[in-house]
């Protein structure tokens, strides 16, 4: 039966749900940005130690090898400093794995130590520079274009500054050698940027299209279930509710026997088009699939998504008689947390009014959660 099919479908969800918390795109999602796992995030912290390790030994423990402007304690200060705020951001990442502003907070603090490296370098080519690069594509591919073009813009700033000041200090001049390790670092950043941009692109596009839903154009299962767990976060963190919609086609089935599947595909777009001219565009709007779908609103309350669901049954009977096709769209309506404080729980109690309408009414019907309203 389609009503064990469904409650089956809930429990699978409320079992992986857990595990997928951390993969829903956070409140504030931005496309300039890709959110990396707390795993990815861990190998960069993990990285900026070890960098911080080699750095130390370099300086403390090469003979013959010291700071070429700074003292080495000032050196060691400076290196201690970078320890003290690199772990504050590492376990302030493990609470809070999604987090823009440390981004950028992270990686000007590496450009920053990174800067200090390369003035205090003693070779006349100093290979520190090497590190920039490093920052830039670090931070690039793992935070998105937005990040990796502040830190393209970031590091070259630095460097120019940094190679200012070691050849004002010491009066010597610039060598070819050094001259060209810039321009080649910088070709290099500057073709990664590129490439990426195209590979940015190319993933942006990738997940639009796998989000949706190629007979409708409305989000698929997979995207829905995403959107939704963001908005349960939101609204344990703001106490902000939100309605559900469940709408089920009534005789759908009885379209797709009697008239075909190229009828019953001409149902299911056109269903979708009335719901898209009927909510709003901060509105989400999915096929749940076969012929179920879900509207998820905010900030409205249930009387006014009641509205929302009658137009749309009218504008749907309407479009029904005007084409000779017998069906109309049956809506079950919940809020959370209201009637349930996560997505498997709320669905399941609007799929068991929207299941006692339909079992009630010949078709068309109208049920609020807990408390049937007949129309």
């Not at 750095?55 to 013959?64: C, I, M």
């Not at 919940?334 to 709320?346: K, V, Y």
Request: glycine share 6%; charged share 20%.
């Amino acid at each position: 039966m389609k009503q064990q099919r469904r409650s089956s479908d809930r429990r699978r969800y409320a079992d992986r749900r857990d595990s997928e918390d951390r993969r829903s795109k956070p409140e504030d999602y931005n496309s300039d940005y890709r959110y990396p796992t707390w795993q990815e995030q861990q190998i960069q912290f993990f990285t900026r130690y070890v960098f911080l390790l080699l750095g130390f030994l370099f300086f403390n423990t090469v003979e013959g090898i010291k700071p070429a402007y700074w003292s080495l304690t000032q050196l060691n200060v400076v290196l201690g400093a970078y320890l003290i705020l690199n772990s504050l951001l590492y376990l302030h990442a493990a609470k809070h794995h999604i987090h823009p502003r440390r981004y950028h907070i992270a990686m000007w603090v590496d450009i920053a130590m990174t800067a200090v490296s390369v003035l205090n370098d003693p070779y006349p080519i100093p290979p520190s520079l090497l590190v920039f690069i490093m920052v830039v594509l670090g931070n690039g591919m793992r935070y998105g274009m937005r990040l990796f073009a502040e830190s393209l813009v970031g590091c070259f700033t630095a460097t120019m500054l940094v190679l200012s000041a070691r050849y004002m200090i010491s009066g010597a001049a610039l060598s070819p050698g050094l001259i060209f390790l810039n321009l080649f670092g910088g070709i290099i950043l500057v073709y990664a940027y590129i490439l990426m941009g195209r590979i940015e692109c190319s993933r942006h596009e990738l997940e639009q299209h796998s989000n949706l839903d190629t007979l409708t154009g409305l989000l698929n299962r997979r995207a829905l279930l995403e959107v939704a767990q963001a908005m349960f976060q939101r609204m344990q963190r703001n106490q902000q509710k939100f309605v559900l919609l469940f709408a089920d086609l009534d005789k759908f089935k009885a379209v797709n026997d009697e008239l075909g599947h190229a009828a019953g595909d001409l149902v299911l777009k056109q269903f979708a088009e009335i719901v898209r001219s009927s909510i709003r565009s901060t509105d989400i709007a999915s096929r749940y699939g076969g012929d179920e779908f879900i509207i998820l609103m905010e900030d409205t309350s249930l009387a006014n998504a009641e509205i929302v669901a009658i137009r749309i049954q009218e504008q749907v009977n309407s479009w029904a008689r005007e084409n000779a096709i017998d069906f109309s769209v049956t809506f079950g309506l919940g809020e959370a947390p209201t009637h349930g404080d996560s997505f498997a729980n709320l669905l399941e109690q609007v799929d068991q009014a929207l299941y006692h309408s339909k079992s009630t009414h010949t078709g068309g019907g109208l049920a609020q959660a807990r408390a049937q309203i007949a129309h």
